[in-house]
């Protein structure tokens, strides 16, 4: 079967990161296997939707921004049968789409990359380096990720019950259907929350968040947890 991706961007206020992913996007290797690129915004006050616009992205506008529901909205419209979800603030190494193709033609039903940051720091160096391993504890959105569309549909998509750790917990469901890959390649993500929250202040908030989300925390509670210490980068 010929394999065709469907890139989705889950956008709020992106205006500055999306030209250069995008424009970034053009370049790469294979990209005729690209069916589309989909650009789905939660509530953007700037100029996102309409540079999605003028990049000729397809673009959903959702009533809210919640990453999960907005990465729903657009693979309902996907037309190709791998989905690639891919941060704004994030670009794919160079070879991304014949790598997720050879995945796929050696029966991966997904996986993701390992993660590095923009920013040369010791600390998130480290953390990193640990998003080498096929173990769930390191697996975040960040990272990106591409699914067989047809297992996508299978376990329902993203949880919409979920504002935080959707990105997360929806591998737990993918890893049921068939095999997960790390591939040994790196999506290189934006520091910015670090650089504007500090770095270890940054990490202890995210490590709080996630054993908060493990040990039961309502959803609510974690939003609180998220609006009330993080500064907005």
């Not at 010929?2 to 500055?16: D, F, G, R, Y």
């Not at 309902?76 to 997720?100: K, Q, R």
């Not at 504002?163 to 259907?177: G, S, T, V, W």
């Amino acid at each position: 079967m010929l394999c065709s991706i469907s890139i989705i961007i889950p956008t709020n206020n992106e205006a500055k990161q999306l030209p250069a992913l995008l424009n970034y996007l053009k370049t790469v290797p294979a990209n005729e296997y690209i069916t589309e690129i989909i650009v789905s915004d939660g509530k953007s006050t700037d100029d996102t939707v309409n540079i999605a616009k003028l990049y000729g992205t397809k673009v959903v506008v959702n009533d809210q921004a919640w990453r999960g529901r907005q990465m729903n909205a657009a693979a309902t419209i996907a037309t190709g049968n791998v989905l690639y979800f891919l941060h704004a603030d994030s670009m794919p190494p160079m070879e991304f789409v014949e790598a997720i193709l050879e995945k796929i033609k050696n029966g991966h039903i997904s996986g993701c990359y390992r993660l590095r940051f923009d920013y040369n720091h010791w600390f998130l160096n480290t953390n990193a380096w640990f998003t080498r391993f096929n173990i769930n504890a390191v697996r975040f959105g960040d990272q990106s990720l591409f699914v067989s569309k047809l297992v996508f549909e299978a376990i329902g998509g993203f949880r919409e019950d979920l504002i935080i750790m959707e990105d997360q917990e929806i591998i737990h469901r993918i890893r049921k259907k068939g095999t997960f890959t790390v591939i040994a390649g790196y999506v290189t993500t934006s520091a910015r929350k670090y650089r504007v929250n500090g770095v270890y202040r940054m990490q202890g908030i995210f490590f709080y968040i996630y054993f908060s989300y493990v040990f039961g925390a309502s959803q609510q509670r974690l939003v609180s947890i998220y609006k009330k210490l993080i500064r907005k980068s």
